[in-house]
């Protein structure tokens, strides 16, 4: 019978890291990768059973390989610590997992998630089924890249990436202050992957516009009611200020005061 660890990464994550935990306690190992929380998180996982991890942030992708070089097991199932598995997805990875050995078996899957935001399940805005990089695969058959944010995936397996069909569950935003903390965030994060490109306010105006309708209403957004709109609003500042925030590394300097002039 195959093991499989589980790595969760997080930080400051205190009011959401137990429930992950408690979601996977079936697995065979659980590490959560921590980067020095300051508000008990580590605490928790260690209460819970999981073994804590503690590595320095420099931009997801490093976060996340450093998440599998910590873990023991043949098979590794991630999650962030706003997501759940749910019974339903755990039956699905063990059957996959314990199946007979065969040459054609994949080797990584892609999880479909299901949002949840203003108490509601988010059916379109482009938040379902909403696969991040796939978070089921054999170890050694995937890396990431080190891009700071959004990283990609690396695929070291020559066989194709399935799909699983049951969806985990996430919990992105339990409130509109995280939400606002998390677009500034990710758009400091994000700048830097985009300030080798031409930008000026025109166009830091244009792709947040463009965020916004292709969110609204070409990702059908306006089916999810307010919240449809709340996240399609939250894209548009989100890139807008991803684009301001390049456009200030490129010029070397944020804004500055003016220099005052005495009168005589």
């Not at 930008?199 to 947040?208: G, P, Q, R, S």
Request: net charge positive; proline share 5%; hydrophobic share 40%.
């Amino acid at each position: 019978m195959s093991r499989i660890s589980v790595y969760i990464i997080a930080f400051n994550e205190a009011e959401k890291v137990a429930a992950t935990i408690q979601s996977v306690q079936w697995a065979d190992e659980i590490i959560v990768v921590d980067s020095w929380s300051t508000d008990g998180t580590p605490e928790i996982a260690t209460q819970l059973g999981a073994k804590v991890v503690q590595v320095k942030f420099e931009g997801f992708g490093n976060l996340r390989n450093s998440a599998i070089a910590a873990c023991s097991h043949d098979w590794i199932f991630s999650l962030d610590a706003d997501e759940r598995c749910t019974p339903d997805a755990e039956k699905e990875i063990r059957a996959i997992i314990n199946a007979p050995p065969s040459a054609d078996a994949p080797d990584v899957y892609w999880m479909p998630r299901r949002n949840f935001f203003m108490g509601k399940w988010i059916q379109h805005s482009g938040w379902y089924p909403n696969y991040r990089q796939p978070q089921l695969f054999r170890k050694g058959c995937m890396a990431y890249d080190q891009k700071p944010v959004h990283e990609g995936y690396i695929l070291r397996s020559t066989k194709p990436i399935a799909h699983l069909q049951n969806p985990i569950w996430q919990f992105p935003f339990k409130n509109m202050a995280e939400v606002m903390h998390k677009a500034n965030r990710y758009s400091t994060l994000g700048a830097e992957k985009i300030k080798h490109k031409k930008i000026t306010m025109l166009t830091a105006l244009l792709h947040a516009k463009w965020a916004f309708w292709k969110h609204y209403i070409f990702k059908r957004g306006f089916l999810d009611g307010w919240a449809g709109f709340v996240i399609a609003l939250g894209n548009f500042e989100g890139t807008f200020y991803r684009y301001v925030k390049a456009l200030e590394l490129q010029k070397g300097t944020a804004w500055k005061e003016p220099q005052s002039k005495e009168t005589h």
